[in-house]
């Protein structure tokens, strides 16, 4: 029988790490983020400066969805101030 304690904290420390998006390359989603956040606005531009898709390329349509929805995010607020709905 498993011991519920050493479950309980496998799973805390599994949620205290970052969330990996590139699991070959170990770049998180965090690490993403704060590349858009900081210029990147293509699918390509992401693989050069964090390296994540470039190993088994399984996380493409993720790292592409990450990026479509950040650059949504950041458009929102000015189109909100605007009223405009989309
Ligand atoms: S999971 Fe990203 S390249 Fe394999």
Redesign the pocket.
Known sequence: MTDPDSVFTSKVLQSMRPPMV????QVSRQALVKAIQDGDRSFEELQKHTG????????ESSVRRLLSDEMNRQVSPTDEKQGRLF
Request: aromatic fraction near 0%; charge should be neutral.
């Open positions: 590139c699991t070959c390359v994540c898709a470039t190993g088994c390329g399984c996380c």
